[in-house]
């Protein structure tokens, strides 16, 4: 007996653009509204593992040809070179020619060893998060980076990267009377 006629499956559809949030960070801020929690190593594993199934899913369901490429947080350099590396050379596989691949940074935890993760891992563009220069305002926004230390953060390793630094615009002091 003949097997009834298929229907042919529909096209699947394109995504050019793909988003990962890493949740992780040194500290909360007070002024951030993005879903964060303070890193906690032993679920780094877990969270990496986890969207790297995910993104093999995407993979199976959509026709993943990448053009832009962010992957944020939360601090996605909190996590350990080793763990960031793996995750980054996997989304890596998925970028089209000339994707701009993009991660997140805070100053205070680009080391040697993430920037070469961040390098080997295919970022050709890092957002450095500085928020400001002003010791008391980073004391204000609760961030982990002095002044002195963002100078340091753009490493000559990352020489072929584009880089990006984003700022807190104005500060609004208010008064207790």
């Known amino acids: 007996m003949p097997l009834p006629h ?4 529909p096209p699947r ?17 007070g002024y951030c509204d993005f879903y964060s929690q303070v890193l906690d190593r032993g679920s780094v594993t ?4 986890s969207l790297l199934r995910e993104l093999d899913l995407h993979t199976e369901q959509y026709d993943l040809q ?4 962010f992957v944020g947080g939360g601090t996605p350099t909190v996590l350990p070179p080793a763990d960031l590396l793996r995750l980054l050379s996997r989304i890596r596989e998925l970028a089209a020619p000339g994707c701009e691949f993009t991660v997140e940074a805070n100053p205070a935890t ?4 993430i920037a070469d993760a961040l390098a080997a891992g295919g970022v050709n ?4 998060g500085a928020q400001s220069f002003d010791r008391n305002e980073l004391r204000v926004l609760e961030r982990a980076c002095g002044c002195a230390r963002k100078s340091g953060s753009i490493s ?5 990267h584009s880089k990006s630094a984003w700022l807190l615009c104005r500060m609004q002091q208010t008064r207790s009377t």
């Open 6 to 9: 298929a229907a042919p499956l």
């Open 13 to 29: 559809r394109t995504i050019r653009s793909l988003y990962v949030h890493v949740p992780f960070c040194q500290t909360i801020c």
């Open 46 to 49: 877990p969270l990496v593992d």
């Open 66 to 69: 990448l053009d832009t490429i």
């Open 110 to 113: 680009v080391t040697p060893q």
């Open 125 to 128: 563009r890092v957002s450095i």
């Open 156 to 160: 000559p390793r990352a020489s072929t």
